[in-house]
Structures are given as structure tokens and as C-alpha cells.
């Protein structure tokens, strides 16, 4: 990864893609207060060292899908989870992302998305499979303006979050 790290917005490509699925448009990837210039060069440099790849589709508008190589994921979970540790959230890699989502929860009561995603990057996947697990529900609260999505812990994720918690106990005997 040496010589990937010395591509400038290397770290936040991947990053940014992993928390995509591991996929998306070179339009998704790149936001309008980036230089479109550098960050294009930036994924063209990682492709050609096999961390992406690249597809062209002409629909009309020329597009790029650009796709995590299995080299490019693996790099990406590293570069997530030192972040993570960066920013004290990721507090054992014995934790899953889904897993610390629900001990969030469990701590919090109720969060938004984006204050999940905050505590918690690359989770957004994540949140959406807890939810069909019926581990989180999602709840609209009416009284804001405009109305706010949060999700809290189901019962069923209740019960989760004391097991991990007891767990936790566990691990740290």
C-alpha cells in the first residue's frame, strides 16, 4: 500500500467507496469542492495499481463505474478501521461494525443516520442490515421540523445489546 498512499486523496477514495457497497459513479466519488482534475488522476493511479477498477459506460453521457478490487477492500477495511481508532470510536477490532452500531444505540437511546455514520463511517450498509434483521427500527419524529428519521434498538435489539455487553465483560477479564 506504500506506493498507493503517496497518491494524494488515496485514503478517502477507498474509504469513500467502501462506503458505497464498494462501488460507484467517478461523479459519486468526487464532490464538487474537489479539484475533478487531481482526484481523476488519483483513481486512474489506483487502478493501474489493482486497488479499483474502472468501466466506461456511454449512455448519451460518457460514465465510470469504478468497482474495489478484493486488494482495494482489504485496504479500504484497514484504512476505515485506523480511522476508527483514530477517533477513539473503534474501540476493539473484536467488534463488528453492525455490532458497535447496536452498542451505540444501546448507549444513546435513538440516532439519526448521519449521526451513526459520524460515530460509525462506512456504516450506512450496515444500518439497512440491521434493519431487515429487526435488530433497529426506524422511527420519524413528528414534533421537529422538518420531521427527523432516527433509529433506535428493537426489542430484538435489546436483547442483542446486552449479550454483546456481556460479552464486552468478558473480553475484558
Known amino acids: 500500500m506504500g506506493d498507493a498512499l503517496d ?3 488515496a485514503n478517502t477514495i477507498l474509504i469513500r467507496l467502501l462506503n458505497k457497497g464498494g462501488k460507484g459513479k467517478k461523479s459519486d466519488i468526487i464532490t464538487k469542492e474537489d479539484s475533478w482534475t487531481t482526484w481523476s488522476k488519483s483513481i486512474d493511479k489506483l487502478s493501474v495499481l489493482g486497488y479499483l477498477t474502472i468501466e ?14 478484493d486488494k482495494g477492500h482489504q485496504v479500504a477495511e484497514q484504512l476505515l478501521n485506523a480511522e476508527l481508532a483514530a477517533k477513539g470510536t473503534f474501540k476493539k477490532s473484536f467488534f463488528s461494525r453492525q455490532q458497535l452500531i447496536i452498542m451505540l ?6 440516532l439519526t443516520v448521519g449521526q451513526i455514520k459520524e460515530e460509525i463511517p462506512g456504516s450506512y450498509d450496515d444500518i439497512k442490515e ?3 434483521m ?9 414534533e421537529s421540523y422538518p420531521p427527523e428519521n432516527y433509529f433506535v434498538l428493537s426489542e430484538k435489539g435489546e436483547e442483542a445489546y446486552k449479550e454483546i455487553r456481556i460479552l464486552e465483560g468478558k473480553i475484558k477479564r
Open 130 to 132: 440491521l434493519e431487515e
Open 134 to 142: 429487526k435488530l433497529v427500527r426506524s422511527e420519524v419524529d413528528n
Open 7 to 9: 497518491i494524494p486523496y
Open 105 to 110: 444505540l444501546g448507549d444513546r437511546g435513538k
Open 56 to 69: 466506461e459506460t456511454i449512455k448519451g453521457r460518457r460514465t465510470y463505474d469504478i468497482f474495489l478490487t
